[in-house]
């Protein structure tokens, strides 16, 4: 049974940095390909970052490239993404993501909230 929990979250002040986990199981986290998603009050969930099954290549949306950082422990069955510099547009839950068998599995989020 495939399950994804994050943490990390929490109240940050603007330029403060947080770092996400995601503890996989049920499958292979190598064999995957990794995504975090976020979904901000009355808006659509959005891709955040990426990261491949092999050779860790990754991809970001063009609101957090050279702020976040998508990584993976494969030994620890964790996906990271290290937040730095955030914003208060940065607020969201924030969701980790695999796709397997066709079908699409989320974990419950953890809610980030970048405020003074």
């Known amino acids: 049974q495939v399950q994804l929990v994050e943490s990390g979250g929490g109240l940050v002040q603007p330029g403060g940095s947080l770092r996400l986990s995601c503890v996989a199981s049920?499958?292979?986290?190598?064999?995957?390909?990794m995504r975090w998603y976020r979904q901000a009050p009355g808006e659509q969930r959005q891709l955040v970052a990426a990261i491949s099954s092999v050779g860790g290549n990754t991809n970001y949306a063009e609101s957090v490239k050279g702020r976040f950082t998508i990584s993976r422990d494969n030994a620890k069955n964790t996906v990271y993404l290290q937040m730095n510099s955030l914003k208060p547009e940065d607020t969201a839950v924030y969701y980790c993501?695999?796709?397997?068998?066709?079908?699409?599995?989320w974990g419950q989020g953890t809610q980030v909230t970048v405020s003074s």
């Open positions: 993501n695999v796709f397997r068998s066709r079908t699409n599995y």
């Open positions: 049920g499958f292979t986290l190598s064999n995957s390909i």
